[in-house]
Structure formats: structure tokens, C-alpha cells
């Protein structure tokens, strides 16, 4: 079972009480934007087995949106942080280095 913590209001919850958002870190595409890069923003996920960065809301707690890095083959869970956040936090980045010497980026 997967157990993530929610960063506003710090309860460590399992995946039953939280509703899945998808991969993070998209970058959007609205009204003027060419087909392809709509259709890319739509429709193209990475779906990788390892490391993955992905938004959460606790449903079933404080509502609120935030993202999460896991590793999609163990479910090790490596942080949360606070869904306004552009880009994963580097003691986030640094704790996946330490763990997966060879991991490239999370771009």
C-alpha cells in the first residue's frame, strides 16, 4: 500500500484516502497554442519505471493538492511538497540522487 504525507496539513495517509492527479510538472498549453503542442500536453505522459513525480489531493483530509516523488517499481516514496512548487525542491532532487546514483533528471 502506498502512504504519502500530505505537506499542509502533515498526515501520513495510505492511497485509499487520496485521489490520484496524474504526472506533475506539465507544462500547459491553452487558446493560441499550436495543435501539436496541445495535442502533446493532452495526450503524451511519461510513464517511466522509476522514479516519477505526480500530483495528489487528500481527498479525504484537508482537500488540498501536492505532489509526490515515487519510484513506480518499489513504491518507495522519496518526498511531498506543496503543489504551487515549480519544480522539485533540490533536498528532494538530492535524497533521489543519493538513493539512484544514476537517475537523470526528472525533465
Known amino acids: ?19 490520484p492527479g496524474g504526472e506533475a510538472h506539465l507544462k500547459r498549453f491553452g487558446p493560441g497554442s499550436s495543435d501539436a ?3 502533446s500536453y493532452m495526450f503524451a505522459r511519461k510513464n517511466p519505471k522509476g ?5 495528489w489531493r487528500h481527498a479525504y483530509g484537508c482537500g488540498k493538492w ?13 518526498g511531498t511538497y506543496p503543489a504551487q512548487t515549480t519544480e522539485p525542491p533540490a533536498d ?12 537523470e533528471g526528472y525533465k
Open 1 to 19: 500500500m502506498l502512504t504519502l504525507q500530505c505537506p499542509y496539513c502533515g498526515a501520513r495517509v495510505e492511497e485509499t484516502e487520496l485521489a
Open 37 to 39: 503542442d496541445f495535442e
Open 51 to 55: 522514479v516519477h513525480f505526480e500530483r
Open 66 to 78: 501536492f505532489l509526490a516523488a515515487r519510484c513506480t517499481a518499489t513504491l518507495e516514496v522519496f
Open 92 to 103: 528532494l532532487i538530492a535524497k533521489i540522487k543519493e538513493k539512484r546514483p544514476t537517475w
